[in-house]
């Protein structure tokens, strides 16, 4: 029987599967008399309904305990025939030889079953602190007894022995079983799940009733019983319960149950039977409660793994690894991760293009960026290209600004770009470059030559490729400077317009004859003005000296008689005074000076008058 009660589950479970499969799989049914077209197509990791129907809550939490489950329903003892619906002839042995109880028809094998199951824990849970599955462990008791139970045929067992007709009696078997009970939760969903369940323990029965439908303690008897059940189970709406979560279960079981009575007890010597089996099939309603199996982290994870959104995967796969450290499945989690981050690189590229085609250039260069740091040597160049596209882009519009004379700004946007894409930096030059000369060529436009002389000179030090259209402004600064000679008065203008002219007379061999008059004036206006210039230096060196030897040379203009105040005035405070008041009260005072470059001086003063004038 237990093969073909497991066949029976297994293809109800592969119907489900295949039917669940095919909601979300298959477009057309009945050979596509039917379509059905999903409102919007979403394009999933490889995987995703493999891992949907056997993975789908592979990372919820374990369901560590389940309370009470309780099952009502109905059955019929059988085991023989087609579907089991008679009874086997050998289900009932005796003492002796008598006429055999074929165990009555149908309707009177039809009874009623309450079966309880309770503090059913989770014990690698609690022991391991890990749960590969939801296998529970508990304490089961069930009742079960017929509704009409048929009779006897004790008349005949009477022939036998007398003792064995003790009136008209009918076979009503009560069966109180007290059983270790293991279940496992298989669930695919958060809706429902299926649970396979198997319990062995012991049966007591009483067995005999008689006319009045009063049950007889004598004969009873006792054995070994077993059950195995499979049914689905519909999660109703989860309820708080105290700081922790409870969630109620409604279902339906497929049962199969065997209680041999091998050992009879009869005092009384009332009846032949030495042992019999009860096998009973039935349907039961179910009620239950479980703690635990919430949804976590790693669940939301995986979904958006499978939708591709590896970014939001890592997060959420990371945050459960951290949480949950010693997950039976903390493997899987961690695989998801290192998938995710190694795939990461495509989808943002992916979105950094969709950024791209919309003109968000920065969104887009972000991602590029992003994706560059977690792509692979394989996939890093396809990244490294757009971004390459993007560092071009903004080059030529740091160009089109440097040449439109914002030559700071186009400097500042190609160092930009270099912290992205570093072969930019060699275009930096360039740019600096142009942008001194562009500012040298304002610095002509105003006649500064000797400040865009300096720009000149540093633009081709910054980019000696620039040398031709710099000697051409060097060349209209030099023509500028021979128009003005006459008005030449600043010495490096003038050294300018030598040098440019002796450069031209080098090159040529000739420079004209007004020309060459030009440059003989000016070498002779730079002789005249660097001996004004040096004249002014020294006649400016002798007065600074001659004043300072003054300085040193002055001796204050006081004398004997002045009062302390007249001699303030001139001289100034003094460094340090010394006041003595002498014994007929005369004030004594002593003023010191000092001077840089001369000796020290001392005035003496009585009753604030000057008296005497020292040198130290």
């Known amino acids: 029987m237990y093969p073909r009660f497991i066949f029976t589950i297994v293809t109800v479970c592969g119907a489900l599967f295949a ?47 389940i309370p009470f489950e309780v099952r009502y329903g109905f059955g019929y003892n059988g085991g023989s ?12 042995l005796y003492d002796s030889t008598v006429t055999e109880f074929e165990g009555g028809d149908f309707s009177s094998r039809i009874g009623h079953q309450l079966d309880i199951d309770l503090l059913k824990t989770n014990l690698s849970y609690y022991l391991l602190k890990k749960s590969w599955l939801n296998m529970h462990t508990g304490i089961n008791i069930r009742y079960a007894n ?63 009733q008689n006319e009045d439908k009063e049950d007889l303690t004598n004969p009873t008897g006792w054995g070994p019983s077993s059950s195995i059940a499979g049914g689905i189970r ?28 091998s050992r009879i007890n009869d005092p009384d010597d009332v009846t032949p039977i030495s042992n019999f089996y009860l096998s009973n099939f039935g349907v039961f309603a179910t009620f239950s409660a479980f703690y635990g199996g919430s949804k976590t982290m790693g669940t939301v994870g995986k979904q958006y793994y499978f939708r591709k959104d590896y970014k939001q995967a890592v997060e959420h796969l990371s945050a459960f690894v951290e949480r949950y450290p010693e997950h039976a499945n903390l493997y899987r989690a961690k695989y998801l991760i290192e998938e995710s981050e190694r795939k990461l690189p495509k989808q943002l590229l992916k979105e950094g293009q969709k950024f ?39 080059l030529l519009e740091a160009e089109r600004i440097l040449h439109s004379g914002e030559g700071e700004k186009a400097v500042e946007m190609v160092k930009e770009i270099t912290q992205y894409f570093a072969e930019a930096e060699r275009r930096i030059p360039e ?39 710099i000697d051409m402004v060097r060349n209209e600064i030099a023509g500028a400077l021979v128009g003005d000679a006459n008005k030449i008065t600043d010495l490096s203008s003038i050294n300018l317009a030598i040098q440019y002219l ?42 600074q000296e001659r004043k300072e030897m003054e300085t040193q040379t002055q001796i204050p203009s006081i004398q004997i008689g002045m009062n302390n105040s007249q001699v303030k005035e001139i001289m100034g405070e003094p460094r340090e005074i010394i006041q003595q008041i002498s014994n007929d009260g005369a004030d004594h005072q002593l003023w010191k000076y000092r001077f840089e470059g001369r000796r020290p001086v001392e005035l003496s003063f009585i009753d604030y008058i000057l008296f005497r004038i020292e040198e130290q």
Do not use: C
């Open 19 to 65: 039917d669940l499969a095919a909601q979300d799989s298959t477009k057309s049914y009945l050979w596509g008399l039917i379509k059905i077209r999903p409102e919007k197509k979403i394009e999933y990791e490889d995987g995703y309904w493999r891992d949907r129907i056997f993975r789908s809550r592979e990372f919820h939490e374990p369901i560590h305990f």
């Open 81 to 92: 025939g087609i579907a089991g619906l008679e009874i086997d002839n050998d289900f009932m």
């Open 146 to 208: 017929v509704f009409l139970p048929p009779d006897l045929p004790v008349e005949e067992w009477g022939n036998a022995n007398t003792g064995w007709n003790p009136g008209a009696m009918k076979f009503a078997p009560k069966i109180w079983e007290y059983s270790l009970s293991q279940s496992m939760m298989l669930q695919w969903f958060d809706l429902w799940y299926l649970n396979l369940r198997f319990s062995y323990g012991i049966a007591t029965a009483t067995f005999y």
């Open 234 to 261: 519909i999660i109703l709406k989860q309820t708080a319960a105290g700081t922790r979560q409870n969630q109620f279960t409604f279902g339906l079981d497929i049962k199969h149950s065997y209680s041999k009575i």
């Open 356 to 394: 791209e085609e919309r003109n968000l250039t920065d969104q887009a260069l972000k991602k590029y960026l992003q994706a560059r740091i977690l792509a692979d040597s394989s996939f890093k160049p396809l990244v490294e290209d757009h971004i390459r596209k993007i560092a071009e882009a903004g």
């Open 431 to 469: 740019y600096q470059a142009y942008h001194l000369f562009y500012q040298a060529k304002k610095a002509t436009r105003y006649g500064f030559y000797a400040n865009a002389m300096d720009l000149l000179e540093k633009a081709e030090k910054r980019d000696p490729s620039l040398r031709y259209e």
């Open 502 to 543: 002796e450069q031209a007379k080098e090159i040529s061999g000739t420079l004209g004859r007004e020309n060459e008059r030009i440059l003989a004036e000016l070498k002779e206006k730079l002789d005249l003005k660097e001996t004004i210039v040096l004249q002014s230096k020294i006649d400016a060196r002798m007065l």
